[in-house]
C-alpha cells in the first residue's frame, strides 16, 4: 500500500463538493483518474468524475469503493472516522484517521496544537452553565462559544461580548459539548496551505492574508502583508502541525497575527484550503495538484509564487454576477456547478493576478 | 440559437482527445458541463465528462447527441463536413462548416488564405505526374508534396529536394489529389493563436515561437523573439482570417517569419491549438476557457501574458519520464490519461514559467 499511483492509476476522493471537484480535475490533468464518493445526489464533482453514492456508514458501499481505487483521500473534513477506519483495512487513506479526529472536534484540536508547541488564544470546555461559568471567569470577555464538533463556515457558534449573552449562547449550542474561545484581537488572519509526503518532505505556499464575514471567507490574497520572519514562522507552525501529525496532503492551518507579533492557530483543516485557491493561477502547482502528488507519492511541487494574488469568494447570488466579472480584464472565474444560488453557499470564486511585489 | 450559454448549460465537443479533455476541464471550471462525441472507444476525454460513442456518419446519434447540448463546438478538424451539417439545423456549431471545410483541403485553404489578403508561400495542385512536373517547374525545388486532405502531423506528406525524388512522392499520395508546396526557408516558425466572439470582437494571444521536428510540433515558447510591429502584423493576419471567416472560437494560425521580415501563412486549425498550450499557466483565461468563452458567446477574456514560458510537448516514451518532469522546480506537468505510449503520439506536455522578459 506504499507504491507510488502513476498516470493510468485512479484517486478515490471522499465527499464531491467544489474541493472534490478541482481535485479531480487536478488529477485528470496529471493523468490520473478520479472516483468520488458521497451521500448527496448529484453533488457538484459528478460533472468531472464519477460519483459512488453512498452514506457514510454504508460499509459496503464503501467497500466497493475502496476496491475501485488505487489511494483514497478526502474533501471534506467531517468524514465520519469510521468510515476512514472501514476503508483503511482495503485501501491506503491519505491524510488517515488521526488527522480528521483532531481536525473534527475543535477541543482535541486546539489540546493537539498546544502538545505540538502550538500557541492558541485561550480555551476551555463546556458542557454546562456551571462549567461556562468557570471558563468565562478563566478566559474573560469577549468569548465565542462553539460546539466541539461539525462547525464550518460560522454555523454552531455564539459570541459573548456582555455576561448577560451567556445563557442564551449556551442555548444555542443546543445541548452539544462545546468549547469557550476567547476573542483573539488580532491584527490580521492569515493562514499557510502546506504540503507534506509520506517520505516527510514538506513545500509550504506563502502565507495568504484573509477576510472573514459571518464566519465565511470573503477574500485570501497572496503574499500577507507580513515580514519574512513571520512568513517563515507561520510556515514552520505549519511543518511542526504536519509532521506532529505524520499527515500527508495538503493541509490548510489558519493563524491570528497579534499586535505583538505572535502567531496563534486557530485551525486546521486536513484537507485543501479556500485560502489557497489563489495557488490556481499563481503557482506552477497548485494546492490541488499537490495534494493530489502527495497523496500518489509523487514529487512535491515547487511552491515558488509568480505573481501576486487575489481570491474573492462568489457568494449566494455574488455568483450571478458572472458576467460582468468574465468581462474584466485579468480576472479568471471559478464556478463550481451548483445550481441553486443559496445564501451563504459558496459557489465560486474569482483571482486577480498582479506583478510580484506590485500587489 | 443565438443566446448565451451560462453555468449549467452543456458544451459538446465534437473529437474527445486531449484537446477535447482540456476544453471538457475548461467548460467544468466556468460552471459548464460537457459532452463530448467520438468514434472511439474510451478516448482521453472519457475521463472528466460523458462521450457519446458514434460514428461521423450516423445521423440518430448525432442527432441524439444536437438534442442533449446547448452549443457544439470541435477540437478536431478533420471533423467530417456532412456530420457538421446535420448537427447544424438542430443546434448552433461554432465554428461551423465553412472554416472547417477550408481547413481540411490543403488547397482551398491556401486559395482562401490569398483571397483574404494573407501571403503563403507559393502552391500548386497536384492531381498526376504531369502537374507535378509542371507544379515542380513553377515552384523549384525544394518542394512538399502533400495530399489535399486529411494531412496532421506529418502524415501524407514526401519532401523533394532532387528532381529524381519526384517520382516516389507522387507514388506517396496513393492516389490522392495533392498540394505542391514550395519550401519556406523562414527565419522562425511562429504562430497566434487567436479568438474571435460572435459580435465580431478579438483577442489575440502573443505570438509563439515553434519547433517542429518529423512534422510534430516539439516546443513552443511565448514570447516569440520578434519585434512589436511583427507580432501586431501576426495578430493582423490572425485577425483577417478569422474576420473572412465569421469565425466564432478559438484558431490556431500558424506563420513562417521570412528573413526579409514577411509573414507567411502556413496553415490554419480551427480549433485550440498545441502552440497555444503555454497559455495555461501563463494567462488568466487559457486558450481552452477562451474557446468555450466565444462559443458560449461569454465575453472574450483578457489574452495578457502575466509570464514568458516555454511549452514541450511529451511524445511516446518521453512521457515515461513523468515522475522526473514532477520532480523540477517550476514545471507544470500535463498528462493526457492515454494508456499506449505509441511512437509519435502526444501523451503530455511540461510548460515552463519565467518571469515576463526574462525567458
Known amino acids: 500500500m506504499s507504491e507510488r499511483i502513476g498516470p493510468g492509476g485512479t484517486v478515490g476522493i471522499l465527499g464531491a463538493g467544489q474541493l472534490g471537484r478541482m481535485l479531480a480535475i487536478a488529477a485528470a490533468r496529471m493523468g490520473l483518474k478520479a472516483r468520488l464518493y458521497a451521500p ?64 473534527q472536534d475543535r477541543l482535541d484540536e486546539k489540546q493537539f496544537l498546544n502538545a505540538a508547541g502550538v500557541g492558541t488564544a485561550g480555551f476551555a470546555p463546556v ?18 462559544l462553539k460546539t466541539r464538533r ?24 443546543d445541548g452539544q459539548p462545546a468549547i469557550l474561545e476567547a476573542v483573539a484581537l ?30 465565511i471567507l470573503r477574500r485570501s490574497a497572496a503574499p500577507a502583508a507580513i515580514d519574512a520572519e513571520t512568513a517563515a514562522r507561520a ?36 484537507r485543501v484550503h479556500n485560502t489557497g485557491h489563489w495557488t490556481i493561477e499563481a503557482c506552477a502547482v497548485d494546492q490541488f495538484a499537490q495534494h493530489v502528488r502527495a497523496v500518489c507519492l509523487w ?7 509568480h505573481a501576486d494574488a487575489v481570491m474573492e469568494n462568489l457568494i449566494g447570488d ?14 479568471a472565474l471559478h464556478l463550481y456547478g451548483k445550481a441553486e444560488a443559496r445564501p451563504g453557499r459558496k459557489m465560486g470564486h474569482v483571482t486577480r493576478l498582479s506583478p510580484l511585489g506590485k500587489g
Not at 511542526?240 to 497575527?257: R, S
Open 127 to 144: 458542557d454546562d452553565a456551571d462549567s461556562l461559568r468557570a471558563a468565562l471567569a478563566a478566559l474573560g470577555l469577549p468569548a465565542i
Open 299 to 305: 514529487p512535491l511541487g515547487d511552491p515558488a509564487r
Open 40 to 103: 448527496e445526489a448529484d453533488p457538484p464533482a459528478a460533472d468531472v468524475a464519477p460519483v459512488i453514492r453512498g452514506d457514510w456508514d454504508d460499509a459496503d458501499a464503501l467497500r466497493r469503493f475502496a476496491a475501485s481505487v488505487d489511494v483514497v483521500t478526502l474533501e471534506f473534513e467531517n468524514v465520519p472516522v469510521a468510515a476512514v477506519e472501514t476503508l483503511a483495512p482495503l485501501v491506503s487513506v491519505r491524510p488517515g484517521a488521526r488527522a480528521l479526529a483532531v481536525a
Open 318 to 331: 455574488e455568483a450571478l454576477g458572472w458576467a460582468r466579472i468574465a468581462a474584466e480584464p485579468g480576472a
Open 186 to 215: 488580532f491584527a490580521r488572519e492569515i493562514s499557510v496551505v502546506a504540503a507534506r509526503g509520506a517520505d516527510g518532505g514538506f513545500a509550504a505556499y506563502d502565507p495568504a492574508e484573509n477576510i472573514h464575514r459571518g464566519g
Open 150 to 173: 461539525m462547525g464550518y463556515d460560522g454555523k454552531g457558534q455564539a459570541r459573548i461580548d456582555r455576561p448577560d449573552q451567556a445563557e442564551a449562547a449556551l442555548a444555542a449550542m
Open 235 to 270: 510556515q514552520g507552525i505549519a511543518r511542526a502541525i504536519l509532521d506532529a501529525l505524520d499527515y500527508v496532503g495538503v493541509m490548510g492551518v489558519e493563524l491570528f497575527h497579534m499586535p505583538d507579533g505572535r502567531l496563534l492557530a486557530n485551525e486546521i483543516a486536513p
